[in-house]
T-cell receptor, first 113, second 113 residues
Framework: GEDVEQSLFLSVREGDSSVINCTYT??????LYWYKQEPGAGLQLLTY?????DMKQDQRLTVLLNKKDKHLSLRIADTQTGDSAIYFC?????????????FGSGTRLSIRP | SAVISQKPSRDICQRGTSLTIQCQVD?????MFWYRQQPGQSLTLIAT?????????ESGFVIDKFPISRPNLTFSTLTVSNMSPEDSSIYLC??????????FGPGTRLTVL
């Protein structure tokens, strides 16, 4: 099946780390993505990881991939109010990202002072 | 990354009418896609817009309801035909950019009364 699952809500204190988790079902996934959607805006590609990688770090963002468990996570260090958004986990199959992307339901991240 | 614009950014339409949404990219791209995001939901792929041939539709979407044009490598349109309130959604186009990842436009927020 084509399932990407993530929890709907996450609340963290400003300055703490946020960890958003995602599970997917298709072991043939080749690309895994994290997109950010701010209120009233389109989708912004935050980062992506190839399925043959375990980790990718980009400034405050760390992506961890456990291919055996089909588990993907996004860690945001030093979470700021500007990080408030919906974060979508997504995956695609095939040999390029031109393949169909399957999105999770999105996790709404809220920041408390 | 590719710069993508959509017109209109939002519209309120009457039941039974049609709306054409435009997607413009600042560079030539091979792959363009149209997605729908219903209120509070994740994104669902409607179709792949192919240059020089008919669009390829996903299950549950048909050409009569969502005709697509792709006259060149920088432009595409999606028409939402004979609209009903259930068509109220955000419609997003996406393209595969130079880094072989998908980038999304800002979306068109459609409300059908």
């Amino acid at each position: 099946g084509e399932d990407v699952e993530q929890s709907l809500f996450l609340s963290v204190r400003e300055g703490d780390s946020s960890v958003i988790n995602c599970t997917y079902t298709d072991s043939s996934s080749t690309y895994l993505y994290w997109y950010k959607q701010e209120p009233g805006a389109g989708l912004q590609l935050l980062t992506y990881i190839f399925s043959n990688m375990d980790m990718k770090q980009d400034q405050r963002l760390t992506v961890l991939l456990n291919k055996k468990d089909k588990h993907l996570s996004l860690r945001i260090a030093d979470t700021q109010t500007g990080d408030s958004a919906i974060y979508f986990c997504a995956e695609s199959r095939g040999y390029s990202s031109a393949s169909k992307i399957i999105f999770g339901s999105g996790t709404r991240l809220s920041i408390r002072p | 990354s590719a710069v993508i614009s959509q017109k209109p950014s939002r519209d309120i339409c009457q039941r039974g009418t049609s709306l054409t949404i435009q997607c413009q990219v600042d560079s030539q791209v091979t792959m363009m896609f149209w997605y729908r995001q219903q209120p509070g939901q994740s994104l669902t792929l409607i179709a792949t817009a192919n240059q020089g041939s008919e669009a390829t539709y996903e299950s549950g979407f048909v050409i009569d309801k969502f005709p697509i044009s792709r006259p060149n490598l920088t432009f595409s349109t999606l028409t939402v035909s004979n609209m009903s309130p259930e068509d109220s959604s955000i419609y997003l186009c996406s393209v595969v950019g130079g880094t072989d990842t998908q980038y999304f436009g800002p979306g068109t927020r459609l409300t059908v009364l």
